[in-house]
């Protein structure tokens, strides 16, 4: 299973198509019943009896769907609803529009940087490698560290703008709607690297196209979390620089002078198609279960194995 998985996410399309499955928030109405049948249909696939059971292709395509979308896949435990990826978009898209929102106070802008770094910390432990155990005291000073930095970020931008001679009101405005960008890209950058920067010094599991662990290595560990961060930068583009331009074309627009009311959900629409255009594009850069040269790891993992490649977990 593992290595027809490597084969599909081997290309962008196949994970774009992958993920964009894994991100249906369908997954996240699946019943106890319905969650039972499909782990049936997978163990019973994996034993060969799925033909003999008269189990479609397109039957087990959908269970496994399904199992990606909700399990932790080296905990195999269940991810908490709003953290998982088929979660992100419902549950971060009401936090997008509090952060451009438009006359922002001091407190709002630390209240949804705030909330938005907390569901990011929420989102990066549930969907991580977890091949080694890490002690909560190191999240908890990742946590603190992604926080302290995407708030500072913020504020600093906004009191530097406002304080900034020859911006019109107008202009002003215009770029204020641009400051979460480069607040929350770094933020979230300084998330992932601190949330899982024990992985540095421990290493992850390497493995396999069998799925038999080699040993841990801190090399694919730094390749992992490099890839992670720069899925971070590219996640919010979308999300916090096209809503700012549409809205800005859209509050020309007479009818929301007339209707001024229709504001917030416009805003909340754009945002959400920009989200769900982002956020399978940004996961899909690199596979999860990447791939990784031996002759580029520790000396002792490739005294270890005859492969020419091992997988690793980069996590999402």
Not at 79 to 91: A, D, E, N
Not at 92 to 121: C, K, Y
Not at 152 to 166: E, F, H, P, Q, T
Not at 235 to 251: C, F, G, H, K, T
């Amino acid at each position: 299973m593992m290595k027809a998985n490597v084969q599909l996410m081997s290309t962008f399309y196949g994970r774009f198509r992958h993920f964009l499955n894994i991100i249906d928030p369908r997954t996240l109405f699946v019943t106890k019943r319905r969650l039972q049948e499909v782990l049936q249909i997978l163990e019973d696939f994996e034993q060969g009896k799925s033909t003999a059971n008269g189990v479609t292709d397109k039957e087990l395509w959908e269970a496994l769907k399904i199992k990606q979308a909700i399990f932790h896949p080296d905990t195999g435990e269940k991810v908490f609803m709003p953290f998982r990826m088929s979660g992100f978009i419902p549950f971060g898209t009401p936090i997008v529009v509090g952060i451009l929102l438009p006359n922002q106070t001091l407190h709002s802008i630390v209240f949804w940087q705030w909330l938005n770094q907390t569901h990011n910390a929420c989102v990066n432990y549930a969907n991580r490698n977890a091949t080694k155990p890490t002690p909560t005291s190191k999240f908890i000073e990742g946590y603190i560290g992604a926080v302290g930095s995407a708030v500072s970020i913020a504020v600093g931008l906004n009191m530097l703008i406002s304080r900034a001679k020859g911006f019109s009101p107008a202009t002003r405005l215009l770029v204020q709607r641009f400051v979460p960008f480069p607040a929350i890209a770094c933020g979230s950058v300084c998330n992932v690297l601190l949330m899982r920067h024990g992985e540095l010094s421990d290493g992850i599991d390497v493995l396999q196209a069998d799925g038999c662990v080699v040993g841990s290595s801190r090399i694919a560990a730094k390749q992992a979390l490099l890839d992670t961060s720069l899925t971070r930068i590219v996640l919010p583009m979308p999300i916090l620089v096209l809503p700012p331009v549409i809205m800005a074309w859209l509050e020309k627009k007479r009818f929301l002078k007339v209707w001024p009311a229709l504001h917030l959900p416009l805003q909340a629409l754009v945002c959400t198609a920009a989200f769900g255009l982002a956020l399978p594009v940004a996961i899909s850069l690199f596979p999860q279960f990447s791939q990784i040269a031996v002759s580029k790891l520790e000396p002792e993992i490739q005294s270890s194995t005859t492969d020419d490649m091992l997988i690793y977990n980069k996590g999402l």
